[in-house]
């Protein structure tokens, strides 16, 4: 597997299709493919390297809810819990029955923020959860789902912070990405000391036209603060990249890859979390239209249902989240595999080398 899938990033960067890009496979807990081509930052012309961390966008939902669900192993959390058990300020407005589930379920009702924000407003989380926690929810909590792009990380993040006293960047350094040995690869606020090792973010042709020609009146569209919404240059923002933002973060396919085995099955004598835990995580949650987008959208608790370019209803056991820009990270209960993409050519729209890279992966177990 891992030459064919060689084989197949070095054709993408060579045909000019991606600058650079990153692939790993687990499978059954070990690393079976660690593929990497093209450069990392094109103004330097240095290379991408295992270990290279990529901006990645909303991938990093995927990370967010997997902090939760240690939590929630060791008993610092109950998905049926009120929110405002945690986070009083949270019940205003009629959300004090909102729970912990509707939260990881996008179901929690605030999907939106002020259209003026700024990174800086971003990158502030006392005032982004104050936003928050004030606002009036498009729906009753739980009665509807709808993609909190930009909201979710922070009321996921506020809980995290009210049950363990900790800031969720520090949770999952010492949670998660210490035990697998990933520290240096996988972060929600990327430390200075490390800006440097960063893949550097470009636009691929057709991204401004792309972006241009959603509409207006899409409610996804109109949630989300124009400057907030991810591009290149918002993925190269030191800003952004240094900010405790859960909705989106930065990592190695190999370090995220890890993340999701580790959910599956022991890694190197790390486990995560129980198999009945990881059974309730991934469950179907809810399948109900969207309401930020206008189809039905499989989730678990925290993650969405379905392989990238596969058929959602027959590829149920695959969970995780992929991220605008092109990078995706999720893991098979079936067959044990755990897959992540990262690459730094950011393209708004379906990305071509999660489909074809992801499907021959399937393939390669399958046979």
């Not at 922070?154 to 949670?175: C, D, S, W, Y």
């Not at 249902?305 to 079936?334: C, H, K």
Request: aromatic share 6%; with cysteine; charged share 20%.
């Amino acid at each position: 597997m891992q030459k064919l899938v060689q084989q197949v990033v070095d054709e993408l960067v060579e045909s000019g299709a991606e600058l650079g890009i990153q692939v790993a496979v687990y499978r059954q807990g070990e690393l079976v493919v660690d593929a990497v081509a093209g450069v990392a930052d094109p103004a330097s012309g240095r290379p991408v390297a295992s270990d290279t961390p990529f901006f990645s966008a909303s991938t990093a939902k995927g990370v967010t809810a997997t902090v939760a669900h240690v939590l929630a192993e060791r008993g610092a959390l109950d998905y049926d819990t009120p929110i405002v058990e945690f986070w009083p300020e949270f019940g205003a407005h009629g959300k004090g029955k909102a729970t912990v589930r509707h939260a990881l379920t996008h179901s929690v009702g605030v999907p939106a923020l002020p259209a003026d924000l700024t990174v800086w407003d971003l990158a502030d989380w006392e005032r982004m959860c104050a936003l928050i926690a004030a606002a009036e929810p498009w729906w009753e909590p739980g009665t509807k789902t709808g993609y909190h792009a930009v909201t979710w990380g922070f009321v996921m993040g506020e809980i995290v912070r009210r049950a363990t006293g900790k800031p969720i960047a520090q949770v999952l350094a010492e949670e998660v990405a210490k035990p697998l040995g990933i520290g240096g690869e996988l972060f929600f606020g990327v430390p200075e000391s490390e800006m440097s090792r960063l893949a550097r973010l470009q636009d691929a042709p057709g991204t401004a036209a792309m972006m241009a020609a959603m509409p207006a009146d899409l409610p996804l569209v109109k949630a989300t603060p124009p400057a907030l919404t991810p591009s290149a240059d918002y993925g190269n923002n030191p800003v952004v990249l240094t900010a405790d933002i859960p909705s989106g973060g930065t990592m190695s396919a190999r370090a995220v890859a890890r993340m999701y085995a580790a959910l599956l099955g022991e890694v190197d004598g790390v486990r995560l979390i129980s198999d009945a835990r990881l059974r309730t995580a991934t469950a179907l949650a809810t399948a109900d239209v969207d309401q930020m987008v206008g189809f039905p959208a499989p989730r678990a608790l925290g993650y969405n249902l379905g392989r990238p370019g596969a058929d959602p209803q027959r590829t149920l056991s695959v969970f995780g989240m992929p991220g605008m820009g092109g990078s995706t990270a999720y893991a098979d209960t079936e067959t044990g595999v755990a897959f992540a993409l990262t690459k730094n050519r950011f393209f708004p729209g379906p990305s071509d080398a999660v489909d074809r890279i992801g499907a021959l992966v399937a393939e390669a177990v399958a046979d």
